[in-house]
């Protein structure tokens, strides 16, 4: 499903015009941009959590010289689902 | 993760920066996690724009083993989301220093965004300083020749402490009060105008300037003070050697002076000196002799070789004492011992054999206070060896 899908999706259920929903939309995902660079979560209520979790450093073996290199941590943008979700869609 | 956005503070967001009302973005909201379930189960995929992709991405079922059975079991496949972000958002999440040291440590967690602010402002001090530094020669110059162009060599003097106190304050403070401030003492001690800029720069770097000289005036003196004693010291200690040595001679000498007519310059000189005559000057010596007698009677008893060892490569006077005598610090005997060999205890040649003497349990007692103190001596006559 893409963008647009969605947003005629959300209009139908929600009874917006699809233009507003599209404007809010590309609000929240600037809302959600914003906190993310501040480095906080971002709380979807009935989905989950959008989250940045670091991926420690690690050392990595050159498989030929055998040169050690370490591969320094780095954050990721991750997504925990909500149990409740989760468990919905094991068997979808 | 410390914070986070909750839903309610997000639907508020949401309201007030889409000029919505806060009911309206609710509902949005809440058809948005709807459609976003069902989208998720009827496509396994539902893309939003801006932000990224969620997945539903099926897991293989697996083969496992029940521990405490040991049979073997098969974990059935299922379905798990995951939230792809796009590009653009992964870029920014990357980015971010602060989470990572987060994650390590909380506690520290404010700090990054600090440190790069600081580090900032450190290479614009740095910058700055180096550039004040840079012109310092140049604007010493200019202080030194205003002096000869002006007949009065006051207003360099008046000019030091007034504008120091000016100059301090100058970059914390906005610049404007700095021509205020600086223009009223001016006037009154300097008359040219032109002098107005040039003594402005120079201030800072004077105050430098004296701060460094008289550290570097400090720190010469210390060392020709530290040069001079060690100096007078090895001077001292050489003399005392040469007055101690011809001594044992000079009573044979007294004896049977005519005897020997070969010596060396040193004992006749001294056999000059004694029997001209003053006594006291020979009490004197026999003083130094009562002394000396502690060391060179130790001295002596070299003779006793516990074994005579090559030097190698990376060893030590301090290791072969610590073999041979069980303690390091009688590392001086060794020295002593070996003095026509060594000459820098402390950078032996390799292959030079040195000499062990055996101590006796005088010298190795630590207790004892003579025995030390004459160590201690030979450590300092080592020690000063080492840096010839």
Redesign the interface.
Request: net charge positive; hydrophobic share 50%; proline share 2%.
């Given at each position: 499903m893409l963008t647009k899908d969605l947003i005629g999706l959300i209009a139908e259920a929600s009874g917006l015009s699809k233009k507003d929903a599209e404007q809010l939309l590309s609000t929240m995902n600037a809302i959600v941009r914003e906190y993310l660079m501040a480095g906080k979560a971002i709380q979807l209520q009935g989905l989950g959590v959008l989250e940045i979790k670091e991926r420690a450093s690690r050392v990595i073996v050159h498989p030929r010289t055998g040169e050690r290199t370490t591969i320094p941590s780095k954050n990721q943008l991750v997504f925990r689902p909500v149990a409740n979700m989760k468990d919905e869609l094991k068997n979808a | 993760?410390?914070?986070?956005?909750?839903?309610t503070e997000?639907r508020k967001?949401?309201a007030t920066?889409?000029g919505?009302s806060e009911k309206?973005?609710g509902?949005?909201?809440?058809?948005?996690?709807?459609?976003?379930?069902?989208?998720?189960?009827?496509?396994?995929?539902?893309?939003?724009?801006?932000?990224?992709t969620?997945k539903?991405q099926a897991v293989a079922p697996r083969k496992s083993v029940n521990v405490s059975t040991g049979e073997e079991i098969v974990i059935e496949g299922?379905?798990?989301?995951?939230?792809s972000?796009e590009a653009g958002?992964?870029e920014?999440?990357?980015k971010?220093p602060?989470?990572?040291s987060?994650?390590?440590d909380p506690i520290e967690g404010d700090f990054p965004v600090d440190p790069i602010k600081k580090l900032g402002e450190q290479a614009d001090e740095i910058v700055g300083l180096l550039a004040d530094l840079g012109q310092d020669p140049n604007k010493a110059e200019k202080v030194e020749e205003e002096p000869v162009t002006t007949p009065e060599p006051e207003p360099v003097v008046v000019e030091e402490p007034e504008p120091v106190i000016v100059a301090e304050p100058e970059p914390v403070v906005v610049e404007e009060p700095e021509p205020v401030v600086v223009a009223e003492p001016e006037p009154v001690v300097v008359a040219e105008p032109i002098k107005e800029e040039k003594p402005k720069e120079p201030k800072k770097p004077k105050k430098y300037h004296f701060v460094r000289d008289l550290l570097i005036c400090v720190v010469v003196l210390l060392l020709l003070l530290v040069g001079g004693y060690f100096l007078i010291r090895n001077k001292l200690s050489g003399w005392l050697e040469s007055l101690m040595q011809p001594q044992p001679q000079q009573t044979e000498q007294v004896e049977e002076a005519v005897v020997e007519p070969v010596e060396t310059e040193e004992p006749a000189s001294l056999e000059s000196l004694i029997p001209e005559g003053e006594i006291p000057q020979k009490q004197i010596l026999d003083e130094f002799m009562a002394i000396s007698n502690d060391t060179e009677m130790e001295e002596a008893p070299y003779s006793d070789l516990i074994t005579t060892e090559e030097m190698h490569e990376g060893s030590r006077l301090t290791w072969m004492a610590k073999r041979f005598y069980g303690d390091k610090r009688f590392w001086p005997y060794l020295y002593d011992a070996n003095r026509d060999r060594i000459v820098n205890p402390s950078n032996i040649e390799v292959g030079t054999p040195i000499r062990v003497p055996r101590l006796t349990q005088e010298q190795m007692d630590t207790t004892n206070h003579a025995s030390m103190e004459v160590l201690d001596k030979l450590r300092i006559e080592a020690e000063a060896a080492c840096k010839k």
């Open positions: - | 993760m410390a914070e986070k956005l909750s839903w997000l967001a949401l920066r889409a919505v309206t973005a509902v949005f909201l809440s058809a948005l996690t709807a459609q976003l379930t069902e989208g998720l189960r009827g496509d396994k995929q539902v893309k939003i724009n801006g932000l990224g969620f539903l299922y379905n798990k989301v995951v939230f972000p958002v992964k920014l999440v990357e971010q602060t989470v990572s987060m994650a390590t």
